[in-house]
């Protein structure tokens, strides 16, 4: 059934072309996605970026799958062939260890992605979210993710100036190699403020938010012509969940990454992408608003200068 992107509810949106003028959309998708059972990741299909068929079952997780709930922020890219999910998993059972991204293989854009890497790649011992991919010049492939702060679902106790962060990953996507390096924390960004919800807005009860924390999050990093690197990423500032632009002096995921002071978008909506298409035009992909459940998709389009990325 073909719908208007008004009419999909989804956080945390994903845009891939997985061929010329054929479009597929990833998100989190499930109606309890801060607690619960989870079910998966559901996926649409365009060819205009305006009318979206499905959903579509992208992923169910297999039985004995580690993880059983908050299914978060799935990315897809394709690669040799092949295509690869970088997703958010959390488990109810403490055995089975704290948040972390997985990595699925699928043959299709749209599914179905069974696991590839053996459990999440992102270290074992401490709570990771929002994983997205990062070619080097020379292909070397790193996951740039978050640590969350302290009273945040699945936010690391201790911390409460949320983290950022890059793992180098082996060739084939299954492993991590080395230990991670940090980037930076929201305090960084002028903008960022201790995470608040509108008047009238429910925040979701998992959150703690006598904590008072700082977080990072969704972060997606874009090259332009000229050749300098940016991030996109998420955190709140004084007007709701908003979006803020960092950049890196050496051109590289080392860094070091300094801080727009303004937000790329203020106003109660985050976690989004920078979508270019085949005929090179860039989009910024979000979700808002922020309030469960009326999350909705978002397309503005930008532009990418080699010293920021402005609404165009």
Known sequence: MSRALSEIRMRDPFILEA????????????????????????????????????????????????ADTQFWAPEVVGRDGRFFMFATFASADPQA????????VADEATGPFAPWSDGPVTPRDVPCLDGTLHLDDDGTPWLVYSRGAEGIPGGEPGISDGEMYALRLSADLRAPVGSPALLFRASAAAWSKPLWF??????????????????????YLVRSAG??????????GDEGYAMGVAKSASGTVAGPWSQRDEPLWARNGGHGMI????RGVSRLVFHWPNDTPSERVKLVPVEITDDDIRIS
């Open 227 to 236: 050749g300098s690197l940016q991030m996109l990423w998420s955190s709140f």
């Open 19 to 66: 061929s010329p003028g054929k479009f597929v959309l990833y998100g989190t998708t499930d109606p309890n996605l801060w607690g619960g059972p989870a079910t998966g990741f559901d996926c649409f299909i365009s060819d205009d970026l305006e009318s979206w068929d499905g959903p579509l079952p992208a992923f169910r997780p297999p039985a004995g799958f580690w």
């Open 198 to 219: 509108p008047p009238g807005v429910e925040p979701p009860e998992q959150l703690n938010l006598g904590k008072d924390p700082l977080f990072t999050d969704g972060p």
């Open 275 to 278: 979508f270019t298409d085949s």
């Open 97 to 104: 260890g704290p948040r972390g991204i997985q990595v699925l």
